[in-house]
């Protein structure tokens, strides 16, 4: 299964899934034979040859000589399981509820994955996690420039201001992105794919949030500076323009008024 979630489609998947959940209910699991043969089954449906590579079954005696082209473009085939090591971690929002200890004797600090989990689909729980070291290391050089506690709840205070909300926002951003595709209601389809073309077009805005999931804190600024600009630059043309139709729609108006009055006249 680990192998065809690489390979197969979606609505594939989901039936493997229906039917193994379905066989564990009823008292009577899939047989790997079983699974193998609906898995084989699929992939034929969906014109994969069995030696390519995306075909999912393990071969033992495959052939040996040169890969094909696109043997890159997938990891290589899980061949065996160690028995008793199979684990699932829940893919969730979690966020503690603060990142720093409290009261006497408490001189702890939460960073990273100890402090925020997201679904990984945006890749950014690195990169929040890196966030986070990079403000606690900078609130301990300010506590020992000044001769302070590195442990203590005042040194440690500036970190969880900053990084809680900064997390919090980002982690929210990531959290509904991830509902928005987990659905399959065709007007939220229609939606996030004109918006996704909507955005792919406005390339300051593209910028900003590439900038954003992956550079550092000086250039987000300055990235969502201009992209600011741009959308402050905009609405304020927005706004000359509304003015100015109603303007000359009246000049406009005003001038056939006066050919008109002008026309009737000469012929009167």
């Given at each position: 299964?680990?192998?065809?979630?690489?390979?197969?489609?979606?609505?594939?998947?989901?039936?493997?899934?229906?039917?193994?959940?379905?066989?564990?209910?009823?008292?009577?699991?899939?047989?790997?034979?079983?699974?193998?043969?609906?898995?084989?089954?699929?992939?034929?449906?969906?014109?994969?040859?069995?030696?390519?590579?995306?075909?999912?079954?393990?071969?033992?005696?495959?052939?040996?000589?040169?890969?094909?082209?696109?043997?890159?473009?997938?990891?290589?085939?899980?061949?065996?399981?160690?028995?008793?090591?199979?684990?699932?971690?829940?893919?969730?929002?979690?966020?503690?509820?603060?990142?720093?200890?409290?009261?006497?004797?408490?001189?702890?600090?939460?960073?990273?994955?100890?402090?925020?989990?997201?679904?990984?689909?945006?890749?950014?729980?690195?990169?929040?996690?890196?966030?986070?070291?990079?403000?606690?290391?900078?609130?301990?050089?300010?506590?020992?420039?000044?001769?302070?506690?590195?442990?203590?709840?005042?040194?440690?205070?500036?970190?969880?201001?900053?990084?809680?909300?900064?997390?919090?926002v980002f982690m929210a951003a990531v959290d509904k992105l991830h509902k928005?595709?987990?659905?399959?209601?065709?007007?939220?389809?229609?939606?996030?794919?004109?918006?996704?073309?909507?955005?792919?077009?406005?390339?300051?805005?593209?910028?900003?949030?590439?900038?954003?999931?992956?550079?550092?804190?000086?250039?987000?600024?300055?990235?969502?500076?201009?992209?600011?600009?741009?959308?402050?630059?905009?609405?304020?043309?927005?706004?000359?323009?509304?003015?100015?139709?109603?303007?000359?729609?009246?000049?406009?108006?005003?001038?056939?008024?006066?050919?008109?009055?002008?026309?009737?006249?000469?012929?009167?």
């Amino acid at each position: 299964m680990i192998n065809a979630a690489f390979r197969l489609p979606t609505f594939s998947l989901k039936y493997l899934y229906d039917r193994i959940l379905g066989a564990q209910a009823s008292g009577s699991p899939i047989t790997l034979e079983q699974l193998q043969e609906e898995i084989q089954f699929r992939e034929k449906a969906h014109s994969i040859e069995p030696l390519s590579t995306y075909s999912s079954l393990v071969r033992r005696d495959a052939p040996v000589g040169i890969s094909s082209p696109d043997s890159q473009d997938l990891p290589p085939l899980v061949t065996s399981l160690q028995p008793g090591t199979p684990a699932s971690f829940p893919l969730r929002f979690n966020h503690a509820e603060a990142y720093i200890g409290e009261g006497k004797g408490s001189r702890t600090v939460l960073v990273g994955d100890a402090a925020h989990t997201v679904h990984p689909l945006a890749g950014q729980g690195l990169n929040m996690g890196l966030s986070d070291v990079e403000c606690l290391a900078r609130c301990l050089e300010n506590a020992v420039l000044r001769g302070g506690d590195i442990g203590s709840y005042t040194a440690l205070l500036p970190y969880t201001q900053e990084r809680y909300l900064a997390n919090h926002v980002f982690m929210a951003a990531v959290d509904k992105l991830h509902k928005v595709y987990t659905t399959e209601a065709e007007p939220i389809v229609w939606a996030r794919s004109v918006g996704v073309e909507v955005l792919n077009e406005l390339d300051s805005i593209k910028a900003a949030i590439m900038m954003s999931a992956g550079a550092d804190v000086k250039q987000q600024g300055a990235t969502w500076n201009v992209a600011a600009d741009v959308v402050r630059n905009t609405s304020m043309a927005v706004g000359t323009l509304s003015e100015m139709v109603p303007a000359l729609s009246r000049a406009v108006l005003g001038g056939i008024g006066n050919l008109i009055a002008q026309a009737s006249g000469k012929r009167s």
